[in-house]
C-alpha cells in the first residue's frame, strides 16, 4: 500500500526552464510534507518543507504547493539549473507518535544543458 | 563536520552473518530515526528512538533486526543470519523540529 506516490520515475528539463516534481499521497492524516534531494553514494539531502495549515512555502528557487482537497503536492524549481540533476523523494509525516517519514518512491530529475 | 555520519560506509557479507552498522546523529537531536531503502523502492521507516522512552520498532521486518541507542546518541542497527533480501541502503537520519537529516548510509550487500 503506497501511501505517497511519485508517479514520474524520471523527468528530463532543459537548463533554465522550470521543473515541476509532482506527488501524491492517500492519507488524510499528514500533516506535514518534505522533499529531499539525493546524489548517488549520499544520503537524501532535505529541500524544504510545507505545513497542511499553508498551500505554498517558497525558498530561493525552490517552491513547493500543497491542495489538500487533492491530496497533491507538487515541487518546482525555477530556473533549473544542471546541478539540480538528482533523485528527489517527497516524504510525508502526521501524528503517528513517531512522526516517521513516508517516502515516495522518487523521481530523477535531469537537466539538459 | 557536524552532519549525521555512518559507518560502514559499505558492507558485504555472506548470508547467515551477523552484521552492526552504527550511526552518529548531529549532536543534541533527541530523536533518531533508521530507514532503508532497497533497489528501486522508497525510503521504509525501520525503527525511531526520541529520548528515553522506549522505541518504537514497528517498521522491523523481522526479529533478526535489532537496533540500540547508547547515551541517547550514537545508534547500532543489527542484523542477525542475514537474507539476500537484506540487501539495501540503510539510512540514518536525526532530526530537529520537524525536519530529519540524513546520513550518508551503508551499503550492505549479502551474498
Known amino acids: 500500500d503506497q501511501q505517497v506516490k511519485q508517479n514520474s520515475p524520471s523527468l528530463s528539463v532543459q537548463e533554465g526552464r522550470i521543473s515541476i516534481l509532482n506527488c501524491d499521497y492517500t492519507?488524510?492524516?499528514?500533516?506535514?510534507f518534505l522533499w529531499y534531494k539525493k546524489y548517488p553514494a549520499e544520503g537524501p539531502t532535505f529541500l524544504i518543507s510545507?505545513?497542511?495549515?499553508?498551500d505554498k512555502n517558497e525558498d530561493g528557487r525552490f517552491t513547493v504547493f500543497l491542495n489538500k482537497s487533492a491530496k497533491h503536492l507538487s515541487l518546482h524549481i525555477v530556473p533549473s539549473q544542471p546541478g539540480d540533476s538528482a533523485v528527489y523523494f517527497c516524504?510525508?509525516?502526521?501524528?503517528?507518535?513517531?512522526?516517521?517519514?513516508?517516502f515516495g518512491t522518487g523521481t530523477r530529475l535531469t537537466i539538459i544543458p | 563536520g557536524a552532519g549525521v555520519s555512518q559507518s560502514p560506509s559499505n558492507k558485504v557479507t555472506e548470508k547467515g552473518k551477523d552484521v552492526e552498522l552504527r550511526c552518529d546523529p548531529i549532536?543534541?537531536?533527541?530523536?533518531l530515526y533508521w530507514y532503508r531503502q532497497s533497489l528501486g523502492q522508497g525510503l521504509e521507516f525501520l525503527i525511531y528512538?526520541?529520548?528515553?522512552?522506549?522505541?518504537?520498532k514497528s517498521g522491523l521486518p523481522s526479529d533478526r533486526f535489532s537496533a540500540e541507542r547508547t547515551g541517547g546518541s550514537v545508534s547500532t542497527l543489527t542484523i542477525q543470519r542475514t537474507q539476500q533480501e537484506d540487501s539495501a541502503v540503510y539510512l540514518c537520519?536525526?532530526?530537529?523540529?520537524?525536519?530529519?537529516?540524513f546520513g550518508p548510509g551503508t551499503r550492505l550487500t549479502v551474498l
Open positions: 537520519a536525526s532530526k530537529v523540529g520537524d525536519t530529519q537529516y
Open positions: 516524504a510525508a509525516s502526521g501524528l503517528f507518535g513517531n512522526e516517521k517519514l513516508t
Open positions: 510545507i505545513s497542511s495549515i499553508k
Open positions: 492519507n488524510s492524516m499528514f500533516d506535514y
Open positions: 528512538f526520541q529520548g528515553n522512552s522506549a522505541p518504537d
Open positions: 549532536s543534541g537531536h533527541t530523536a
